[in-house]
C-alpha cells in the first residue's frame, strides 16, 4: 500500500545546487583555495555545517568553532542573495505536476531536506501550500543518512514509514529513506544511485502509477 510521498527539495523539487555551489566556492576564494564544481558533487544532501567541514578539509583550513560559525553564516547569506532570483521558472522538470497528481490520487505529500532555507525558497517558486508536512534543517537533529527528517515526516502525515516513497537526489539520502525502511525513487543518474529501487532523470520521466509498483519494503 502507498500512503504518502515525501520529497528532497534541492535536486529534486528545486534546482538549488548551483545557488549553494556558488556561494561556497565564493567562500573558498575569499579564504585563498579553490572549490570545483566537481567536488560540489560530495556536498549534496549534506547539512550546512558538514559542507563548511568538507570544503575547509579540501583546502587544508583550519579554523577555530567560532571562526566556522561566522563563515557558515557568510555563505548562507550569499546563498540568500542568489536564490532572491528564484521564481517559479526554476522548478525542476514534471516536479509541480507529480506532486499535484500525488494529492489528487489522495494520497499525502511531504518534504524532508536539511535545508534551514526551504520555506523561503518553497515560496518564492509557489509550492509553500502543495506539502501536508514540511520537515526542513530546522527539525532535525541528525543528518542524513540518518532516517530521523524522512521518520518525522511520516510521523507528521500520520502514515507508517512502510507505505511512504522517498525522492531523492543525493546518496545521503538514498540511504536515510533505506534506513526508514522506505522505498526510494533515485532522481539522477542509475550509476551513482545505486542503491535506489528505481532511478529516472526528474519527475517528469515517472508516473504514480509506476511508483505505486515499486515493491513493498521487505525487512531483510
Ligand atoms: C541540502 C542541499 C545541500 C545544503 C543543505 C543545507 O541538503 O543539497 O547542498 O547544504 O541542504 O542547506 P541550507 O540551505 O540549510 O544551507
Ligand atoms: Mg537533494
Not at 2 to 24: E, Q, R
Not at 149 to 177: M, Q, R, S, Y
Request: hydrophobic residues 45%.
Amino acid at each position: 500500500k502507498l500512503s504518502a510521498c515525501i520529497f528532497d527539495l534541492d535536486g529534486v523539487i528545486v534546482d538549488t545546487a548551483v545557488h549553494h555551489y556558488k556561494a561556497w566556492k565564493r567562500l573558498a576564494n575569499s579564504l585563498g583555495f579553490d572549490f570545483s564544481e566537481h567536488q560540489n558533487e560530495q556536498l549534496k544532501g549534506v547539512s550546512r555545517v558538514r559542507s563548511l567541514e568538507i570544503i575547509l578539509a579540501l583546502g587544508n583550513y583550519v579554523a577555530t568553532s567560532e571562526e566556522k560559525e561566522k563563515m557558515a553564516a557568510q555563505k548562507n547569506d550569499w546563498y540568500l542573495e542568489l536564490i532572491t532570483q528564484m521564481t517559479p521558472a526554476d522548478i525542476l522538470p514534471g516536479a509541480k505536476a507529480f506532486v499535484e497528481s500525488v494529492r489528487e490520487a489522495g494520497l499525502k505529500t511531504a518534504i524532508g531536506s536539511a535545508s534551514k532555507n526551504t520555506m523561503t525558497i518553497l515560496m518564492k517558486i509557489g509550492m509553500d501550500k502543495h506539502f501536508d508536512a514540511i520537515v526542513d534543517g530546522n527539525k532535525v537533529t541528525k543528518a542524513k543518512p540518518d532516517p530521523e527528517v524522512f521518520l518525522n515526516a511520516a510521523k507528521e502525515l500520520n502514515v507508517n514509514a512502510t507505505e511512504c516513497v522517498v525522492f531523492e537526489d543525493a546518496i545521503a539520502g538514498i540511504e536515510a529513506a533505506k534506513n526508514a525502511a522506505m522505498r526510494c525513487v533515485g532522481i539522477g543518474q542509475p550509476a551513482v544511485l545505486t542503491e535506489a529501487d528505481t532511478v529516472v532523470s526528474s519527475l517528469a520521466e515517472i508516473t504514480l502509477e509506476e511508483v505505486r509498483s515499486l515493491s513493498a519494503y521487505t525487512p531483510k
